[in-house]
């Protein structure tokens, strides 16, 4: 067998392998039982003491998401006032400026939501003091803030009725302390020994082979790398991200860090069964959503591997596979493994340029984040199958004569409403955004900075840049189609409210849910109970998604990616 295709298998093998103690684990640590990690606990109580937390007192829905939505407020202030002052703040040996006020709201939202997207260049854009205290900062809380809401929800559907859903405080500070950090410092370890640099220097002056002089990026860079993927936050320290040979030097960190992007969001797939004790229904999301990011590996594996046939024409070989936009040290599998790893998560990070991958690949991605519930972000992700699930219970019910429950609690017209806004909202935004863009680079030329134009292609490729960009930002994911000219004030404030609508509602829908649900009644099973965690019930999860992904978006795919497919 290929090598580069066991590398695959390899990966996907050890993800799998690692999520399920580390979702039991999880589970543990969010129902305070004991854990090695408790030695934590004078630091965790410090941290509230000092900030006036009592993280034994119980949240209602509301208050739990009031206390999610102030603390992201701050800390948006927090990044703009850094972000725009950066040239005068300290670390900054390479004196870069700061950032223009619509390009630090879209940066400053972009790692606010867990998404990363990036309009700026890492080495250039940020100085060591903003990676620090802004980007690496805004990755530990925007992922522990997803991972909070999981656990809020978790609390509410394992509890018989309860009108409260937990603490938001101690189930933030508890993914930041025994979760996240560990996590980062073991990655980061083994970064270190690959040769990532971890330091405050400014740039090196090298000479190259060709005798020329190059000053090259350096900095703290082993630092940021693991909570970028360990958090599915995603965002380059360097400009173009993992491909960069000192953010992912060596075969082995492009493993440790492809293998940490799904490792937390596969975790809570089994984190939810232990915690409500329902391990069987863990493990039945676990499936569906497996087999989904399988049938995207195989896809994109084949596409990439098999060459690009526009060269095959030339009577040229392809013995690496379609090497454009890839690093040789990686080879195209390990990059098509990436491309639909960092897209089934809201990670973003890449290895490869997305833009140069084969045309189906490009519609897998896109695919991935326009479905947005395969493990999706930490957190967040398994919140969005939820949504589906509601649904699908809801249906189900009414095809089979039964009163439509989840988790022995009604499911009504009040949550089907919010399960069918939270679901639609997110086609709305991609779909109306990129029309919007379509139809001003054409009508309104005055809306495009440049002499060039925002689309560095054309036809079809060229509108799917500008679904990818909208798809990436109301996924909450980062990655891009980088033909696309994006530092625009029109790009940086249209995907800027794109990024808040696709993060926030759907957060504040499915804790609702959750929260209504846990109030009602609790339901004992019966013979008439429609079983939730069968094979069955599976399958017609992944048929609600899936019809709902393909009335959305088949017709844009096949204006773009399928259209870019059947011209090669």
């Known amino acids: 067998m290929n090598t580069e295709v066991l590398g695959v298998i390899a990966q996907v093998v050890l993800m799998v392998v690692l999520s399920y103690p ?27 003491k000092v900030s006036g937390i009592n993280p034994d007192e119980e949240m209602n829905w509301k208050q739990f998401l009031r206390a999610l939505l102030v603390v992201n407020l701050f800390w948006f202030i927090w990044g703009m006032v850094l972000l725009v002052c950066q040239g005068v703040l300290p670390l900054n040996p390479d004196g870069n400026i700061g950032q223009t006020c619509h390009q630090a709201f879209n940066t400053c939202i972009s790692f606010m939501v867990n998404c990363n997207l990036q309009h700026y260049s890492g080495e250039s854009g940020l100085t060591y003091f903003t990676q620090l205290f802004v980007i690496m900062l805004f990755q530990f809380i925007t992922a522990a803030t997803g991972m909070a809401a999981m656990a809020g929800i978790m609390k509410a559907l394992s509890e018989k009725t309860t009108k409260t859903i937990g603490n938001f405080w101690r189930y933030l500070v508890l993914s930041c302390t025994r979760i996240l950090l560990p996590l980062s410092l073991i990655v980061g370890f083994i970064l270190i020994t690959q040769g990532t640099p971890m330091g405050f220097d400014g740039k090196m002056e090298l000479t190259t082979m060709e005798g020329a002089t190059q000053m090259v990026s350096q900095g703290p860079a082993a630092a940021i790398v693991p909570i970028k993927q360990l958090g599915t936050n995603g965002g380059g320290y360097f400009g173009i991200n993992s491909s960069h040979p000192l953010e992912n030097p060596t075969y082995l960190s ?53 060459g690009n046939p526009r060269i095959d024409a030339m009577g040229i070989a392809q013995e690496n596979g379609a090497m454009e936009g890839k690093e040789i040290r990686l080879g195209s599998a390990a990059t098509a493994l990436w491309s639909v790893t960092t897209t089934v998560t809201s990670n973003g990070s890449v290895n490869g340029m ?18 947005n519930t395969w493990f999706g972000g930490v957190g967040v992700g398994w919140m969005n199958y939820f949504t589906f699930l509601i649904m699908a219970v809801f249906i189900s019910g009414l095809m089979v004569g ?38 001003l680079y054409v009508h309104a030329p005055e809306f495009v900075a440049s002499e060039g134009g925002w689309l560095n292609n054309s036809g079809f490729h060229g509108l799917g840049e500008m679904l990818y960009e909208y798809t990436s930002a109301a996924a909450n994911n980062g990655s891009g189609f980088e033909g696309l000219g994006d530092n625009t004030w029109f790009w940086n404030y249209s995907t800027g409210l794109v990024l808040i609508f696709g993060r926030f509602i759907p957060i504040v829908g499915q804790v609702a849910i959750a929260g209504l649900l846990a109030q009602k009644k609790y339901i004992p099973e019966s013979a008439g109970t429609l079983k939730t965690d069968t094979v069955t019930f599976g399958v017609m999860t992944f048929a609600v998604i899936f019809i709902v992904a393909a009335l959305s978006f088949f017709p844009v795919q096949a204006l773009s990616t399928l259209a870019e497919h059947f011209s090669l």
């Open 22 to 48: 580390l979702g039991k684990y999880i589970a543990k640590v969010y129902k305070g039982t004991k854990v090695w990690s408790d030695f934590m606990r004078p630091v965790e109580r410090l941290i509230y």
């Open 254 to 306: 492009n493993i440790a860090e492809c293998v940490s992007i799904l490792l937390i969001p596969m975790a809570m797939a089994f984190a939810f069964g232990f915690y409500i004790k329902r391990k069987k229904l863990g493990y039945s999301i676990f499936g569906v959503m497996l087999f989904a990011y399988l049938v995207g590996v195989c896809i994109n594996v084949s596409q990439e591997m098999g």
């Open 354 to 371: 997305h833009d140069s991958t084969m045309p189906l690949s490009g519609m897998i991605e896109m695919l991935n984040m326009q479905i």
């Open 402 to 439: 039964r009163t439509p429950e989840f988790l022995c609690h009604k499911v009504e017209a009040r949550e089907m409403k919010i399960a069918s806004i939270v679901a639609l909202l997110h086609p709305f935004i991609i779909l109306v955004g990129t029309a919007l863009a379509a139809y």
